[in-house]
């Protein structure tokens, strides 16, 4: 019932700029944290960047200075700015949502379907 949709992805050159968005609906209460990764071609999925509840946040080195995450708790959303794109920046992004379910009485991480970001002349 609980799920997540992204957007922002596509096809951007070096130096461009991209905002991903990704939205949490269903029967969610009390997210925790939220975050994204991403996955290139034959490589195993990285943390690109997390936000807890109260908004202390963490980057990968690779993209500190460039990525700023951010979040609107009213909204359900989860954003990343992304700027300076990088051909290296080039995966599939995902968002994962980490919340308490009242129904099984635990944490649960959500993940959404997943946004290609392609970074090429």
């Known amino acids: 019932q609980v799920q997540l949709v992204e957007s922002g992805g596509g096809l951007v050159q070096p130096g461009g700029s991209l905002r991903l968005s990704c939205a949490a609906s269903g029967d969610i209460f009390n997210i925790n944290t939220m975050g994204w990764y991403r996955q290139a071609p034959g490589k195993q999925r990285e943390l690109v960047a997390t936000i807890t509840s109260v908004g202390r946040i963490n980057y990968a080195d690779s993209v500190k200075g460039r990525f700023t995450i951010s979040r609107d708790n009213a909204k359900n959303t989860v954003y990343l700015q992304m700027n300076s794109l990088k051909p290296e920046d080039t995966a599939v992004y995902y968002c994962?949502?980490?919340?308490?379910?009242?129904?099984?009485?635990?944490?649960?991480?959500?993940w959404g379907q997943g946004t290609l970001v392609t970074v090429s002349l």
């Open positions: 994962r949502v980490n919340y308490y379910s009242d129904y099984v009485d635990r944490y649960l991480d959500v």
